[in-house]
Every structure is written in C-alpha cells, then in structure tokens.
C-alpha cells in the first residue's frame, strides 16, 4: 500500500490556510480508505459529512426509476464533495462510489460551517464550486433535451477536452474514457459511443493513444 500522509495539505478548497489551521482540521477529520467500487455515499442518505479527496477518484452517479446509472462527474484527488448537505441539511443529492483505492477525510457538518464563517476564501471557493455545478447541470439538460446520441457523446468529449487543453487546439484526456462511462454521462449506450468515437477518429477528430 502506497504510504500517504493523513494531511489536507493538497487539498484546493483549503489553499493559502496556515499550516496550524491545516493540521487542526487533519485532527477533527476521520480518515478512511475505500476500495475500488465501494460506495461512500448512498443517495437520500441523511449524513451530512463533507468528504475531501486525498488520494484516489471517485464518481457521482444518480440512478433512474429502472435502475439505469447515470455518471454526473468524477472528482480526484484534491477535490471535495458533499457540501450540499452540510449546508442546507437535506438527504444526499446523488451516490458516490470509489472508482480507484481512495483515502478520503470525512469532515463533521458542524466543523465544515465554521471553516466557510471563518473564512471568507474558503467560503467564495465553494459559491464558485456550486456554480459550475449549475452550469454544467444546465449544460446536460440542454443536451438531454435538444441533441441526439451521437450529438451528445460530441458534446461530452468537447466538455471534456475544455478541462485537458494542452494548447489551443488540442487535448489530452487521461485516462482514457471507457465508453460505458460515456454513455453514462450523455444517456446511451456502449454501442453508440463506440459507432460514434470510431467515426471520430476515422475523420482525424480523435486518437487513441496507451501509455506505457
């Protein structure tokens, strides 16, 4: 097992607090690994926990009336998840799962407000967090709503490739997305992803590539 230590050190939210607050809140945290597939949030649960993420990656996922998971995002490691609950006290929005050994630290509701009251940069981080999620829900419900399958699969790599621009026009997703959990994101299937990424790099648009 790789040695990590139980530090919030890394994590974005918390950028530019001292040392002495960082390991106050290392000490009121739990710290726990979760593995591979273990779920760590069941949605409407009624825990009201902000989890950040030290080592490792984790999914947001809903799951309709007939069963069918739908992906909303992955978050790695120095990111956090489960502000919503914290702040308005209601029953979880969404599941979380692992989808790599992860260590995460589980901050109590009570300590999570304090730290957005005491601190004013931590608090405008996180009204810019829920924003983004606003307008990358309102995105997807455009998607869902205007654009067919193989339209929306486009619009998922766009989005995707905005967050991993290595110039102005080009990209590099790592890892590479599995096609399952693309059709997750967008409401479709393996086979369509797959029809629809082949035809992608056939044009020059896309190319796989394995690192070593």
Known sequence: MVNVQNTLADINLLEGLSEDIIEALNKQCRWKWFDTQEQIIDRQAESTDVFFIVQGRVRIIIYTVGGKEITLDDFTEGKQFGEMAAIDSLPR??????????????????????????????????????????????ERIMDLSTLGAA?????????????????????????????????????????????????????GFVERKKTA
């Open 93 to 138: 929005s969404a599941s979380v799962m692992a989808i790599e050994r992860s260590l995460l630290a589980a901050m109590p509701q009570s300590r999570f407000m304090e730290l957005l009251t005491g601190h004013p940069v931590v608090a405008a981080r996180v009204l810019k967090n829920m924003a983004h999620i606003i307008r990358i829900s309102n």
């Open 151 to 203: 339209n929306r699969v486009h619009a998922e790599i766009l989005r995707q490739a905005r967050e991993n621009m290595v110039d102005e026009d080009e990209a590099f997703i790592s890892p590479m997305p599995i096609h399952g959990d693309i059709g997750s994101r967008v409401s479709s299937t393996r086979e369509t992803v797959a029809r629809v990424m082949n035809d992608l790099a056939r044009k």
